[in-house]
């Protein structure tokens, strides 16, 4: 099991910047698949990166390929989201989890607010 807090969330301008934490409690970190997902006012829950549990495998959904950078300190039990060139449309409540392929497998934390004004 994995349980996950998110900090880092904020307002920004467009084109600004922001890095999300997720600091990650659990035996099995270590050993765990981990991503990022938004949640944006009125839409589902989507995915937007995941890294593998030694960090050699990345992906990223399209909207934020080369904008955003996912990584991790297995020795802090923690999981990273560089978000550069931020646009309104990445404003959502972003979570992390442990992920099976791309699927989420525990329950979500309370995740961390961005908000980009245009």
């Known amino acids: 099991q994995v349980q996950m807090v998110e900090s880092g969330g904020g307002l920004v301008q467009a084109g600004g910047s922001l890095r999300l934490s997720c600091a990650a409690s659990g035996r099995t970190f270590s050993t765990s698949h981990m991503g990022w997902f938004r949640q944006a006012p009125g839409k589902e829950r989507e995915f937007v990166a995941a890294?593998?549990?030694?960090?050699?495998?990345?992906d990223y959904s399209d909207s934020v390929k080369g904008r955003f950078t996912i990584s991790r300190d297995n020795a802090k039990n923690m999981v990273y989201l560089q978000m550069n060139t931020l646009k309104p449309e990445d404003t959502a409540v972003y979570y992390c989890?442990?992920?099976?392929?791309?699927?989420?497998?525990?329950?979500w934390g309370p995740g961390a607010q961005v908000t980009v004004s245009s």
């Open positions: 890294i593998s549990w030694s960090g050699g495998t990345i």
């Open positions: 989890n442990a992920v099976g392929g791309l699927t989420p497998l525990y329950g």
